[in-house]
């Protein structure tokens, strides 16, 4: 049993040379680029119109808002680990080094399916957009030459998100500084779409539309109201369920972690690139949802095309023809980005054996994970001319929200873990050395006559830390971990309630309240007592602030989204997760580069 343990437990050495394998040829900028480009596609052109529509109307600014925040403190830890451990991976290799090899592999395995899912659902919608303007002349076509008559599938093969995910695979084979150079030119024109929304959107604002009566909001097609008009229509519950929406349009910018390979300088590039890439994203967000909810009434949001269409209302087609060929250019970078960190992971598993190694193969002209990339990309390409993917978008966002929970996780492991007996003596000043020496001798000399009282007070002395030790032992490395763990199940329970009984807690029902409460009091008791213990002084690039609360309250977040999602998709991602475990049950447990 101790050896089945330890090998779920083992944790993945940092080898300088391994490091070496990928072309370094990427700048800050380059990493920013990608950030931007990953995640400022889809959501842009669709969410914003669709959340202030039906879930939280001109508030859908602070929906944003919250949202941004949350993947603030995401980002945050992932610029942390990034700087600690600049290998190629993500998600993945944080979790693989900081917790063990099995968390290590769940968690690589969950960022397979969201890439894969994520691209071509990105194909898919720029087939989809693109088909749009010519009329539905591709759809028409498809659907009359090969119909598909199977509820789970498409009604009609998609031959062109096949061919551009294709094309797009071919790019990113070739050479990554190719790829770069790509994004970077589209992610450029994205961006000044949305500078040309937002000031000129502003230019036909009307502030009367974040203050409508009541009485002048229309019913729905018999199915309800659009709330009761103002700011906040759908009132607070309307402002979270939104948060919660709007938080999946800050997914893409784990694409910057997936590159510590090629970065320049990866200890400095990654955290920078992060911090950045998500203030230009948290800004767009913030004035195309601004922009839209002024223009145009929020109940007269068209949820397809929102940008298009408020231009077309205020009566200026020519600015709707100009966001519609910026969205094919948002789309493209958004394409380029989701599909950049698949081949990536699955190259950082194959290089560790816990999968099949021959998909770890770098080519060696173009410095590229090339069977990596092709493969990723034929499957991509399948999904998306196959598959109706509306009942797999969901599966995209657990995978997501359990790595950037994980990655919290092992931000607050790493910083009470215990270091090399030469690190504390090199972080201690001289008089903490000569203290720490004293507390030795006396602890000899009176080990004989005070062994029972110190076993009676260790538990207390432990958890409050009253002996004020300085640097993390094995003992309190451990103890920290317990918090933690006590931590993330409280929270699982919180989490839920916040999720599934909000309407019960705004009526104030006793039921709600009472575990909510102790709930809450445990989450802090277990954070506080995290906080009293001993943490190393590791020197790093970059670290997190306010450890252990930013990375508890981002546990938090990621474990309440997660609630938030229904019990089909719970389904069908244990399905996906027994799959991967049964590669790794038959191949990667033996064939683990720890092994060795």
């Known amino acids: 049993m101790s050896t089945i343990i330890s090998r779920l437990t083992r944790r993945k050495k940092i080898v300088t040379k391994e490091v ?18 990953a995640t400022l596609g889809v959501g842009i052109y669709v969410l914003a119109g669709e959340v202030a529509k039906d879930t939280a109307g001109p508030a859908v600014l602070l929906s944003f808002l919250i949202a941004g925040a949350a993947s603030f403190l995401s980002a945050l830890c992932y610029a942390e680990l990034g700087a600690r451990v600049p290998l190629c991976g993500s998600a993945y290799v944080y979790s693989y080094v900081a917790v063990g090899e099995f968390v290590g592999f769940v968690i690589g395995w969950n960022l397979l399916l969201e890439y894969v899912i994520g691209t071509a659902s990105v194909a898919r919608a720029y087939s989809g957009y693109l088909d749009s303007l010519l009329n539905n002349t591709m759809q028409n076509h498809f659907r009359e030459a090969m119909p598909i008559n199977i509820s789970f599938l498409s009604p009609y093969p998609d031959f062109f998100a096949f061919l551009i ?16 150079r790509f994004n970077n030119v589209f992610t450029c024109l994205n961006i000044a779409v949305v500078l040309f929304v937002t000031i000129f959107g502003f230019i036909h604002a009307d502030l009367d539309n974040w203050n409508i009566p009541k009485a002048q909001v229309p019913h729905k097609n018999g199915t309800g109201t659009y709330g009761d008009g103002g700011f906040f229509p759908y009132g607070l519950n309307g ?39 998500l203030v230009v994203i948290f800004v767009s967000y913030c004035g195309i949802s601004s922009v839209l909810t002024l223009m145009v009434p929020y109940y007269l949001q068209d949820v397809n095309a929102p940008l298009p269409g408020a231009f077309l209302q205020v009566g200026w087609p020519a600015g709707r023809w100009i966001v519609t060929i910026g969205a094919l250019f948002g789309l493209s970078t958004s394409l380029l980005g989701a599909m950049f960190p698949l081949p990536r992971v699955i190259y950082a598993m194959a290089s560790d054996g816990v999968i099949f190694r021959w998909l770890g193969q770098i080519h060696p002209k173009f410095q590229t994970p090339f069977w990596a990339t092709l493969l990723s990309g034929f499957v991509t390409g399948v999904l998306a001319m196959l598959f109706d993917l509306k009942s797999l978008v969901d599966m995209m966002s657990i995978g997501t929200l359990m790595a950037y929970m994980i990655v919290s996780a092992c931000v607050i492991i790493l ?40 076993m009676k007070e260790a538990p207390l002395i432990q958890l409050f830390n009253l002996r004020s030790t300085k640097l993390p ?37 006793t ?34 602030p306010f ?42 447990w033996r064939n683990s580069s720890e092994e060795y």
């Open 20 to 37: 070496e394998t990928l072309d370094r040829c990427l700048t800050t900028l380059d990493l920013t680029a990608l950030g931007i480009g």
């Open 165 to 180: 995910t294709l094309a797009l695979t071919v790019i990113l084979s070739v050479g990554v500084k190719e790829s770069t």
């Open 239 to 277: 402002v979270l369920s939104g948060a919660a929406t709007c938080f999946y349009g800050f997914v893409g910018f784990d694409a910057i972690a997936t590159s510590g390979e090629e970065a320049k300088n990866p200890q400095r590039s990654i955290p920078i690139a992060l911090m950045l890439s």
């Open 415 to 454: 910083h009470y873990k215990a270091l090399p007996e030469e690190s504390k003596l090199h972080d201690l000043t001289t008089d903490e050395i000569v203290q720490e020496e004293s507390e030795d001798e006396e602890t000899v000399f009176d080990s004989g006559n005070l062994i029972s009282n110190q």
């Open 473 to 509: 032992t094995e003992s309190t490395a451990k103890l920290s971990l317990y918090l933690l763990f006590f931590y993330m199940l409280v929270t699982a329970g919180e989490a839920f309630i916040f999720a599934q009984y909000l309407d019960m807690l705004e009526s104030l029902s």
């Open 511 to 544: 039921m709600i309240i009472i575990p909510l409460a102790v709930f809450t009091f445990l989450m802090f008791i277990s954070l506080f007592c995290l906080f009293l213990q001993p943490r190393n002084n590791e020197k790093l690039t970059f670290t997190v």
């Open 547 to 588: 450890v252990p609360l930013l990375p508890g309250v981002s546990i938090f977040v990621n474990m309440y989204l997660m609630m938030k999602l229904s019990v089909a998709t719970w389904i069908r991602f244990l399905v996906w997760l027994s799959i991967g475990l049964s590669i790794y049950a038959f191949y990667g």
